[in-house]
């Protein structure tokens, strides 16, 4: 949704700008506080990317105790920024073993290893690619209160 920052407000107080952490309040031209969910992000031209799948790089870190592989079909929560979402592991491409062995054709993958895979999650989020915007392109893993990888962003899909 396109808007026009209206005003920006720390402690009730006008601002001209804010530091990453920093609590204020953001008025809208045309948006109400319904609007804004979670998970939103406020950009210039072009605007941030929302997708609904992508293929990205993780790195393996720990899994669930009922399922001690990674594989196609795998469920976690994604969380990215301030965003989290339920996703699915949809294809894995490859994977790095410890040794940095790839194997192009693999299924799955076990804690320690690098995996390249597309991950689709249920509702659009607002995110780019490492190399283009870092900050928007790193997310986590999550599944039974644990942290189970680490990735990077490497491609979106066609606009």
């Known amino acids: 949704t396109e808007s026009t920052l209206y005003s920006l407000r720390a402690?009730?107080?006008k601002i001209t700008s804010a530091k990453p952490g920093e609590n204020i309040l953001v008025k809208l031209a045309n948006?109400?506080?319904e609007d804004i969910l979670k998970g939103f992000v406020i950009c210039t031209n072009p605007p941030c990317r929302a997708v609904n799948k992508l293929i990205c790089q993780v790195g393996l870190m720990d899994l669930p105790d009922n399922a001690k592989i990674f594989t196609a079909g795998f469920q976690a929560m994604f969380h990215a920024h301030t965003c989290e979402e339920e996703c699915t592991v949809v294809k894995i491409f490859e994977t790095t073993d410890r040794k940095g062995q790839v194997n192009k054709k693999a299924c799955f993958a076990n804690i320690g290893m690098k995996v390249v895979c597309m991950i689709e999650v249920e509702r659009s989020v607002p995110v780019e690619t490492f190399d283009d915007k870092p900050f928007l392109g790193r997310f986590t893993l999550r599944t039974e209160g644990k942290t189970i990888a680490i990735g990077k962003i490497m491609?979106?899909?066609?606009?």
């Open 31 to 33: 948006c109400g506080v």
């Open 155 to 159: 491609h979106l899909p066609p606009k």
């Open 11 to 13: 402690n009730e107080e």
